[in-house]
């Protein structure tokens, strides 16, 4: 398990000695600096895959410089030795992301109809041959072989989105589920963490939660924000009780979902705590009041009202309530139980939060402030104790 503490301190009191503090200190710095290099390794490959395919803007063109890019990678890979591997690297998933991106887009540009019947079956045929190279090829080029898995499953998920695009809600809402399962699987497959990170992704798409860019501005979204929170607990709870029961790998993939849902459920606590939630009204939306059969903003907004009032509401001072309760909770439980990634997004929240309502509820309420501050005293003094007797050991007679 990864643990934050002061090497130098620890050398200090003679916990450590110099050899095991210089080891610990080389191990994170190789780590994030692997990690730095994987960043914009991939982010260049990306970038570089889908600049030349809507540069060149010609099917012809793309496969011509796709295949040249991609044999220039494997002679690289299988003529020379570890110091130019990268650059292997970089050539063959450049050609092979030219390959199937300009594939995919030329088939859904020039032969709609059929796209989805060719990319489905596809998919599955490129991740399968890649997942069977992952496992049979040298560990040097485990990096291009789980690339080429994960293509093949994006290419899958297209032909699938594609063919599921017209269906009704309950479809698409497998679809996400399919969607979110088959990205964890791969990442875990495949041991990179950012993936199985993703699935998270089409797992809030379930209830159409998710986010919107406008002109210098990000939003979250998130109309069912009451399913969405037992969603995300449901994942985390799954996930608590997968870790200490599974493998070390598949525990920290566990570990990666369980975080990521944290941060969408906060995400949802968030939009909760300022519009309240009229629960099930996004699945009934073709039945409210359309602003277009009224003459004017009064009589709408009171017909919405009347409307909305046919569900179950819960307002936004019971998810403020619930919401700061839980953070609380959680950062203690987090911090008790050595959750590094747990504990940093409950003391995110517990500011954002807190940021939050005192624009939006408490700005001209000074008493609130003062009743909330001298409540928070004997709330820390409880945790303290709870965490003496709880989890400090005792001193030996």
Excluded at 226 to 244: H, N, V, Y
Aim: charged share 10%; proline share 4%; glycine share 8%.
């Amino acid at each position: 398990m990864t643990h934050v503490i002061n090497t130098n301190q620890l050398l200090a009191e003679g916990l450590l000695t110099q050899t095991q503090a210089t080891e610990i200190a080389r191990r994170s710095r190789d780590t994030m600096l692997a990690l730095v290099v994987n960043i914009v390794l991939t982010g260049g490959i990306i970038a570089a895959s889908l600049g030349f395919v809507f540069w060149i803007a010609d099917a012809l063109g793309v496969a011509l410089l796709g295949a040249a890019f991609l044999a220039a990678g494997v002679a690289i890979l299988l003529k020379t030795d570890a110091l130019y591997r990268l650059l292997g690297h970089a050539g063959t998933l450049i050609g092979a992301g030219m390959l199937c991106v300009g594939g995919t887009i030329e088939l859904l540009d020039k032969y709609p109809d059929s796209a989805d019947f060719v990319l489905i079956p596809l998919g599955v045929a490129v991740a399968t041959a890649a997942a069977w190279a992952f496992r049979k090829a040298p560990k040097a080029l485990r990096f291009t072989t789980g690339s080429v898995v994960l293509a093949g499953v994006g290419l899958h998920l297209i032909g699938l989105g594609v063919a599921l695009d017209t269906m009704p809600g309950a479809p698409i809402a497998m679809f996400y589920l399919y969607a979110a399962a088959l990205i964890a699987a791969a990442g875990t497959f495949v041991n990179v963490r950012a993936v199985t990170a993703l699935a998270i992704a089409p797992f809030a798409q379930v209830f159409d939660t998710g986010t919107a860019y406008f002109h210098a501005a990000y939003a979250f979204y998130s109309p069912e924000p009451t399913f969405t929170i037992l969603q995300m607990g449901a994942l985390i709870a799954i996930t608590a009780w997968a870790i200490p029961r599974t493998p070390d790998r598949i525990g920290r993939h566990a570990g990666i979902l369980a975080i990521m849902a944290a941060v969408v459920g906060n995400l949802a606590f968030l939009v909760a705590s300022l519009w309240g939630d009229e629960i099930g009204t996004s699945f009934y939306r073709a039945d409210a009041p359309n602003y277009s059969d009224f003459t004017d903003w009064s009589a709408y907004r009171a017909a919405l009202t009347l409307w909305e009032a046919e569900f179950i509401q819960i307002s936004e001072h019971v998810f403020s309530a619930i919401w700061a309760a839980l953070l609380i909770v959680g950062a203690w439980l987090a911090a008790a139980t050595h959750r590094r990634g747990h504990f940093n997004a409950s003391v995110t929240f517990l500011g954002i939060h807190a940021y939050t309502q005192v624009f939006e509820s408490f700005s001209d309420e000074p008493m609130v402030y003062a009743l909330g501050g001298l409540a928070a005293i004997p709330a820390a003094w409880g945790l303290w104790r709870l965490n003496q007797k709880m989890f400090t050991q005792p001193q030996p007679v």
